[in-house]
DNA sequence: GTTCATGCAAAAGGTTTGCAGTCAT
DNA sequence: ATGACTGCAAACCTTTTGCATGAAC
């Protein structure tokens, strides 16, 4: 089980953080890991609710908003925007930086990298005497799929 | 007096759009468009309330909500996101595309317009046969001024 | 005169907080 | 045993909606 395996390793990590913090592995947490790891991807509060009622748990909304910041923390978890006016997470552990195709039909979101447009930016915050942290860049538009249809 | 000739246009410009729409040239929107140009560049709703009062204007926040929309219909703002957790609007009237540079630490917004960049991008959506109608771009870091600090 | 816009109050939605009890360490 | 975590309820903040009044066309 390869999947298995990266969760453990996931699981280990999230472990070594909770103690070095001086924070405490429960149920809850194990539970929001194992839902995070699940919906991999871009997700909503709201959908971890779900993702989290899935799985049969019964923990608290509140215990959910009050550990995701833990997540982010913990670089588990990345707050993003995506140009929507609710609240979203990215799973980022164990994930190479990325950027983001949003298609405006249909929602889909594919992820890029493209190494020449990072390469420019660092040019141009050069000019600027700018220290780039981090960046997010979001094209939207209509997907390959949505133009074909009329 | 420049400005006030440029706030002209740009009521000419709101007027038309209004008429041809069909909705009404209110005191509350014409107090709303002087606001809005008064304050330029990015803005929250809270923002724009308080340039309202010192405007000594006495509209409900109610009616402000309701035409945001009508503004960014108009073309004259746009909602942005601009990783915050609040929205933000923004004004682009008579304004060229841009990015942003955004300093977390002073909070400060500079706006560029790196066109090779933007060529980049439409290489990229070409691979993916995206069609892009319009993106972000953001650079977060330390700007120039708080790099100094230590 | 007709239709659209405003203001009030109230609802709604998502998120945060105080507090008492519970549980990991 | 201690201090951190959870759940409940309630507060909070921003934004939206229903309805009656008022104003632009």
Not at 75 to 93: D, G, Q, V
Request: aromatic content about 10%; hydrophobic content about 35%; some cysteine.
């Amino acid at each position: 089980m390869g999947v298995s395996k990266q969760y453990t390793k996931l699981l280990d990590t999230f472990c070594l953080f909770l103690k070095q913090k001086g924070k405490r592995f429960t149920p809850e947490r194990e539970a929001l890991l194992l839902a995070v790891f699940s919906l991999k991807g871009h997700f909503s509060p709201e959908d971890l609710i779900k993702q989290l009622h899935k799985q049969d748990n019964t923990m608290s909304v509140v215990t959910m908003y009050r550990n995701l910041p833990i997540f982010v923390e913990a670089n588990i978890l990345e707050r993003t925007c995506l140009s929507s006016k609710h609240t979203r997470y990215e799973m980022i552990w164990a994930k190479e930086h990325h950027d983001h195709l949003i298609c405006t039909d249909c929602g889909t979101i594919t992820e890029f990298n493209y190494e020449a447009i990072e390469i420019l930016q660092e040019a141009l915050a050069a000019q600027y005497c700018f220290n780039i942290e981090r960046h997010h860049l979001e094209l939207l538009g209509t997907c390959h799929t949505c133009q074909q249809r009329v």
